[in-house]
């Protein structure tokens, strides 16, 4: 019997404390800090994956973040659950929160995306932990609050699967957002909006670059910081998210990767138009050296701070957002 009760106590203490670690708050400093790590590509076993755990643990034990999100790419090889272990224990052993997306890589090997998701939502402190919406398509889709000094919400955070690859014979290349994705994306942000009589500030993550992209950052009038070393390899097709978070007014920035080489932050109307920094290794391309995006908010502002922080610390790029005479 005492076992027993012993058991359920436990158990009851870490469906507690896992409750209270999904409500995200702003600190008491009014600040919110979120880490970025995309296209990790990570290889259950391998030798340059470990540099990409190493490279996670530091910056975590550095930074310690009330929040981390994977864009894409994270495991791309077999056996697919035992990476996805290895990775999320970097952040569920600190008892972090996290959202996690898909990228054109993540289900290609033994498990459909579907079953990536299924297993991926099974995870403790996973913030997006509806596998799939009926009606929407795509898997983790999702969004949440970050909660304010008086309890309310302040801020939101969207969490997006942005597809894999064309399913349209006509059409070569990545995939899109879906209609039915935009239009779920509107609604959401209208609720929000309605909830609070207020827009709330509001950022987005998904994988694949939107077509603006390349737009905003051909057009040497519009601000940027960091730098662009391939094209950007965004879908051929534009079905107007990016038109959606311009007229609902809440989204400031856009977090993707899939573009290894690309870290940079350019200002398209008043949204940032981002890249995280790729976080693998020698499993694939990468830029000269592997990281992280970090990105700070500010309760009650319509800002955010961000820079890129490489596996040894240095620190590229350092931005208020939005610049200097743009608010």
């Known amino acids: 019997m005492k076992n027993k009760l012993l ?3 436990v158990l009851l203490f870490w469906m507690s404390t896992t409750a209270m670690a999904q ?5 008491s400093d009014s600040t919110f800090r979120i880490v970025q790590f995309t296209d990790i590509h990570y290889k259950a076993g391998a030798e340059p994956s470990k540099k990409s755990i190493s490279m996670m643990q530091a910056t975590l034990d550095e930074l310690k973040p009330d929040l981390v999100v994977f864009t894409g790419d994270v495991v791309v090889s077999n056996p697919i ?7 999320l224990e970097v952040v569920i052993s600190r008892k972090i929160p996290y959202l996690v997306t898909f990228g054109n ?3 290609e090997k033994e498990l459909k995306r579907h079953e990536v998701a299924a297993y991926v939502v099974t995870k403790p402190y996973l913030l997006n932990k509806t596998a799939s919406i009926s009606g929407v398509d795509g898997y983790l889709n999702g969004a949440v609050a970050i909660k304010g000094k008086s309890g309310a919400n302040a801020a939101i955070l969207y969490a997006m699967d942005s597809q894999a690859y064309s399913q349209n014979k006509r059409v070569g290349g990545y995939g899109w957002f879906s209609h039915n994705q935009v239009e779920w994306f509107r609604k959401t942000s209208a609720s929000y909006k309605e909830s609070r009589k207020d827009t709330l ?5 998904f994988h694949i670059p939107l077509p603006e992209y390349k737009i905003a950052f051909d057009d040497v009038k519009n601000k940027r ?3 662009r070393y391939e ?6 097709l534009n079905t107007g998210m990016y038109t959606a978070m311009l007229e609902s007014g809440d989204v400031m920035g856009t977090f993707v990767g899939h573009d290894h080489v690309n870290d940079y932050l350019v200002d398209y109307n008043g949204i940032a138009l981002t890249y995280g920094c790729f976080s693998g290794s020698e499993n694939t391309y990468l830029r000269t050296k592997h990281g992280a995006r970090i990105i700070e908010l500010k309760e009650g502002k319509r800002e955010f701070k961000t820079y890129i922080r490489e596996f040894d ?3 590229l790029y350092p931005i208020t957002y939005p610049f200097p005479g743009k608010k």
């Not at 500030?201 to 993550?205: D, G, I, K, N, T």
């Not at 094209?231 to 051929?236: K, S, V």
């Open 7 to 9: 058991s359920l106590f």
């Open 23 to 27: 409500e995200l708050r702003f600190r």
């Open 81 to 87: 659950k035992k990476g996805w272990d290895e990775v």
């Open 105 to 107: 890589h993540d289900d």
């Open 201 to 205: 500030p509001a950022l987005a993550f």
């Open 225 to 227: 910081r960091g730098v």
């Open 231 to 236: 094209n950007e390899c965004a879908p051929q």
């Open 313 to 315: 610390g240095a620190i």
